[in-house]
């Protein structure tokens, strides 16, 4: 009798941006009881060891058969393979997602519509929420609970202009002319990415209520700059005082960061601790390029003048120092607010260790004796972002042991001495080290082993 994976690589290819329907899947056997399996069975399919053709068939029908036959918990974990997909770019699974609610069924739309208010994601997840929704009212389902709830959103986070923008793209598709006055709101308060369809004249004239502009239209992309950006400082509020590092830090990381650069507070300090133990000092030339792009070592904000530039270089400085101190003092801690749920790491935890594992890739790979001391940091610094499958809950990585390991290595640093032999083996908590980190290498496919050594496909190690 065939297993689960063998019979869905036996499948016939679908066809090209179609989910098959239902009955195609029913016909081959296949029900709640291979939903089950599915979900129960998903991280040992190694459906994506298979030639690329055959593995792209069998997790179109796998999604196909959860949307289907999966119910509550089958939509939720096509909505989780969403987050993994947008986090590592997987426009294969992205560009389906759409349809695959939709063969979910009108069950999906008060979850779809949970998610989008809730806004809890980065602004490419709640894109395909706000699209799913689209399609929806699209094909007359659940339309008006659909648009009112993307409507809702033009009044939400000031932050996902290109989401608002997208969202009144559809209402102009389906000439949704109704809720004109949620949509002037939304442009009056500069909300709204004026790249995607024009200014408020623009609408309007799209919607019906406006015969021709009053005014020359300007250019859309340079405009949106300037906007987006009157729109951040706004959001940011007035420029911390001096002496208020902290509040300065994330000032400028909010106000000159891109999507390469250091996200917040946490992930700075780990950046910053990864660079302090490097076995040799890393100058600030070096450091400093990489909190705004590690890949591009000539980036420099625009600075508005002189003294705001100084004004961020003394807090880092200063942030920099006081790490240094206490290590020294062997009571270094990050700026991190404690756990909720003491079994779950925080989204501030899990920067805070991406941070750390940058600074010492960016120096690693380079080093001809690397030390057992960064290899068992690094090791824990993972581990926290990344637990093993294998891994207890109750016995998942604390805060407190990578900044015990941290405290060892400076201890060890200053010393001459060597990492502890027993705590490098095994990152000192249990893990083994992960030796495989290089900074340099070529773009690893989405069915490609994550570099890190994590044991997972790229598209599923959160390293990505």
Not at 141 to 146: G, K, L, S, V, W
Not at 435 to 462: H, V
């Amino acid at each position: 009798m065939k297993n689960l994976r063998e019979r869905l690589l036996d499948l016939p290819a679908p066809e090209p941006d179609r989910v098959m329907p239902a009955t195609f899947y029913a016909e081959q056997g296949f029900g709640e009881k291979e939903a089950v399996g599915l979900i129960e069975q998903w991280m040992d399919l190694e459906l994506e060891e298979e030639e690329e053709e055959v593995t792209d068939a069998a997790l179109m029908h796998a999604w196909s058969i959860l949307a289907y036959f999966g119910g509550k918990e089958g939509r939720e974990f096509i909505i989780e393979e969403l987050r993994v997909a947008c986090r590592v770019d997987d426009e294969f699974f992205m560009v389906r997602f759409a349809d695959l609610m939709i063969a979910a069924g009108p069950e999906v739309v008060p979850e779809l519509i949970a998610e989008l208010k809730e806004a809890r994601d980065h602004e490419a997840i709640l894109l395909e929420f706000a699209s799913a929704l689209t399609e929806f009212a699209r094909q007359g389902i659940e339309r008006d609970a659909a648009l009112g709830a993307q409507v809702e959103v033009l009044r939400g986070d000031p932050s996902h202009r290109l989401l608002k923008g997208l969202i009144i793209a559809g209402l102009i598709e389906l000439k949704q002319d109704r809720y004109l006055p949620e949509i002037r709101q939304a442009f009056e308060q500069n909300l709204v990415d004026v790249s995607i369809n024009g200014d408020l004249e623009d609408v309007e004239i799209a919607l019906g209520a406006r015969a021709e502009r009053s005014s020359p239209a300007p250019n859309w992309v340079e405009l949106e700059a300037e906007l987006a950006k009157e729109a951040l400082v706004q959001r940011l509020g007035p420029l911390p005082q001096e002496g208020d590092d902290a509040g300065i830090i994330r000032y400028f990381l909010g106000l000159y960061g891109g999507p390469p650069s250091v996200k917040g507070l946490a992930e700075f300090d780990g950046l910053m601790l990864g660079t302090i133990l490097a076995p040799e000092m890393v100058p600030p030339s070096r450091w400093l390029p990489s909190i705004w792009d590690p890949e591009n070592l000539a980036h420099d904000p625009a600075w508005r003048d002189a003294e705001e530039a100084q004004l961020f270089l003394d807090a880092v400085q200063n942030w920099h120092n006081g790490i240094i101190r206490r290590l020294d003092e062997g009571n270094y801690v990050p700026p991190i607010e404690p756990r909720s749920d003491p079994r779950v790491p925080t989204e501030e935890e899990v920067e805070w260790g991406r941070g750390i594992l940058s600074s010492i890739m960016s120096w690693h790979s380079s080093l001809t004796d690397r030390s057992e001391g960064h290899q068992a940091l690094m090791a824990c610094a993972f581990h926290l972002i990344q637990p093993g499958d294998d891994t207890p809950r109750e016995e998942l990585i604390q805060v407190n042991h990578v900044v015990r390991a941290a405290h060892m290595l400076r201890d060890a640093l200053q010393s001459g001495g060597d990492f502890p032999s027993s705590a490098a083996g095994s990152g000192g908590y249990g893990y083994s080290t992960a030796e495989t980190y290089e900074r340099e290498a070529p773009k690893i496919g989405r069915n490609d082993p994550c570099p890190c050594g994590s044991g997972l496909k790229y598209k599923r190690c959160c390293m990505n």
